[in-house]
């Protein structure tokens, strides 16, 4: 098995810069919370074009003047969500990487369908709004360097030449075949879905063997069968 170091958010310099309320207590779920709770329903169920004040505040049993007191512009609440979500990515990479089955782990995260969505959703946002696509633009570059430095340590431990499989391509590829996937998905076409995400799991297969969390396996089962 792999012997791979944390890859904690001090380790690569990851320092999230959480858009702070000017007044009152960030942290009230009926409050900034609800709205970002909000927002993110929005994204995923209708796009970000959806995303308003006035519809965020009716979702949120609130006050619309509320979505300005916490963030003061959209592109404020935007970035509040966006920062939200890295910040609950980055923990989910160090669990991921570090567990017993780290390409598995690795694989069902960014194979997961309602956190990929909300991704494509803030990318088609970033086409509009420079802020947000600044925003992704530097934490998409720390997070690859992130899975890049554990990647390669995880591959190099199962015996893989780093110049026939180099990290950098295998995230490429497992990730560019995920989002692909998705995107043909929301024209309801899935050809080759299936065979391609049986191929990608018996490769894994043959360096970690079967999924050890059931429920996890179970999850990967029903996205085999859709």
């Not at 810069?17 to 900034?32: E, I, K, L």
């Given at each position: 098995?792999?012997?791979?170091?944390?890859?904690?958010?001090?380790?690569?310099?990851w320092?999230?810069?959480?858009m702070?309320?000017?007044?009152?207590?960030?942290?009230?779920?009926?409050?900034?919370?609800?709205l970002?709770?909000?927002?993110?329903?929005?994204?995923?169920?209708?796009g970000?074009?959806?995303?308003?004040?006035?519809?965020?505040?009716?979702?949120?049993?609130v006050?619309?003047?509320?979505?300005?007191?916490?963030?003061?512009?959209?592109?404020?609440?935007?970035?509040?969500l966006?920062?939200?979500?890295?910040?609950?990515?980055f923990?989910?990479?160090?669990?991921?990487?570090?567990?017993?089955?780290?390409?598995?782990?690795?694989?069902?995260?960014?194979?997961?369908?309602?956190?990929?969505?909300?991704?494509?959703?803030?990318?088609?946002?970033?086409n509009?709004?420079?802020?947000?696509?600044?925003?992704?633009?530097?934490?998409?570059?720390?997070?690859?360097?992130?899975?890049?430095e554990?990647?390669?340590?995880?591959?190099?431990?199962?015996?893989?030449?780093?110049d026939?499989?180099?990290?950098?391509s295998?995230?490429l590829?497992?990730?560019?075949?995920?989002?692909?996937?998705?995107l043909?998905?929301?024209?309801?076409?899935?050809?080759?879905?299936?065979?391609?995400?049986?191929?990608?799991?018996?490769?894994?297969?043959?360096?970690?063997?079967?999924?050890?969390n059931?429920d996890?396996?179970?999850s990967?089962?029903?996205?085999n069968?859709?």
């Amino acid at each position: 098995m792999a012997t791979v170091r944390s890859i904690g958010v001090n380790s690569i310099g990851w320092e999230t810069r959480v858009m702070a309320a000017r007044r009152g207590n960030v942290g009230d779920p009926t409050g900034r919370s609800a709205l970002l709770d909000a927002a993110q329903q929005l994204m995923l169920e209708e796009g970000y074009a959806a995303v308003t004040a006035r519809r965020v505040a009716t979702k949120a049993h609130v006050n619309s003047a509320l979505v300005f007191y916490y963030f003061e512009t959209m592109d404020g609440l935007f970035i509040a969500l966006f920062q939200r979500g890295a910040e609950g990515s980055f923990e989910r990479l160090q669990k991921a990487l570090t567990s017993e089955q780290p390409l598995w782990g690795f694989w069902e995260m960014i194979h997961d369908r309602s956190r990929s969505a909300l991704t494509m959703e803030f990318i088609a946002l970033a086409n509009h709004r420079k802020s947000i696509r600044k925003e992704i633009a530097e934490y998409s570059r720390k997070f690859r360097r992130a899975q890049l430095e554990t990647l390669s340590s995880v591959l190099a431990g199962y015996g893989l030449d780093p110049d026939q499989w180099p990290a950098s391509s295998v995230i490429l590829v497992l990730s560019g075949i995920s989002r692909f996937m998705l995107l043909e998905e929301a024209f309801d076409v899935d050809i080759g879905h299936v065979e391609t995400v049986n191929l990608i799991e018996a490769q894994i297969r043959l360096l970690e063997g079967n999924r050890i969390n059931d429920d996890s396996t179970k999850s990967t089962q029903k996205r085999n069968t859709k």
